[in-house]
T-cell receptor
Framework: TQLLEQSPQFLSIQEGENLTVYCNSSSVFSSLQWYRQEPGEGPVLLVTVVTGGEVKKLKRLTFQFGDARKDSSLHITAAQTGDTGLYLCAGAKGYSTLTFGKGTMLLVSP | DTEVTQTPKHLVMGMTNKKSLKCEQHMGHRAMYWYKQKAKKPPELMFVYSYEKLSINESVPSRFSPECPNSSLLNLHLHALQPEDSALYLC?????????????FGPGTRLTVL
């Protein structure tokens, strides 16, 4: 059973476009983390959201945690080629483990 | 220092070899993790160490043997691996082994089993 549904699985866009990645679950999470991973490298933590309804901004990236703490979204404004990578959401619930979504592979072309 | 380091970066081994992967963090984190990641898939949890004690083993085959010599180091000993064990092995750490703590990942070891 996939507890965290992430969509879309693949996204190919042109530089300058906007995009949104979604992470949905029927379960409540105590927090949710977003990571970006480049090929052959480890995931890099972008943000952690904890409070229902929370919105966090990181330059051109906006992260939102749903009011019920079951879903989250990542919006990128004016995408750049450097944004290319695998975006992973991961929910924390229970003792020390993270539940990962399947990931969204983003390709931004010049 | 928010860095988790892993060595080696790449490893090629035969099915009869014994090798070890190493992970180190100096953030004072008390939880450390091993993950296995196949191409285009999310990381899969293998082991969790909490205060240098093994707290979670996700039914990993015994050919993978973790070790935590101290609070900063985590090893993964490999023996008699199979080609399907080829993957990116990631180490991570978090401040405390409780729900909601952020995990910081190392760059990974790309393992190829021939």
């Amino acid at each position: 059973t996939q507890l965290l549904e992430q969509s879309p699985q693949f996204l190919s866009i042109q530089e300058g476009e906007n995009l949104t990645v979604y992470c949905n679950s029927s379960s409540v999470f105590s927090s949710l983390q977003w990571y970006r991973q480049e090929p052959g490298e480890g995931p890099v933590l972008l943000v952690t959201v904890v409070t229902g309804g929370e919105v966090k901004k990181l330059k051109r990236l906006t992260f939102q945690f749903g009011d019920a703490r079951k879903d989250s979204s990542l919006h990128i404004t004016a995408a750049q080629t450097g944004d290319t990578g695998l975006y992973l959401c991961a929910g924390a619930k229970g003792y020390s483990t993270l539940t990962f979504g399947k990931g969204t592979m983003l390709l931004v072309s010049p | 220092d928010t860095e988790v380091t892993q060595t080696p970066k790449h490893l090629v081994m035969g099915m009869t070899n014994k090798k070890s992967l190493k992970c180190e963090q100096h953030m004072g984190h008390r939880a450390m993790y091993w993950y296995k990641q196949k191409a285009k898939k999310p990381p899969e949890l293998m082991f969790v160490y909490s205060y240098e004690k093994l707290s979670i083993n996700e039914s990993v085959p015994s050919r993978f043997s973790p070790e935590c010599p101290n609070s900063s180091l985590l090893n993964l000993h490999l023996h008699a691996l199979q080609p399907e064990d080829s993957a990116l092995y990631l180490c991570a750490s978090s401040q405390h082994p409780t729900s909601g703590n952020e995990q910081f990942f190392g760059p990974g070891t790309r393992l190829t089993v021939l």
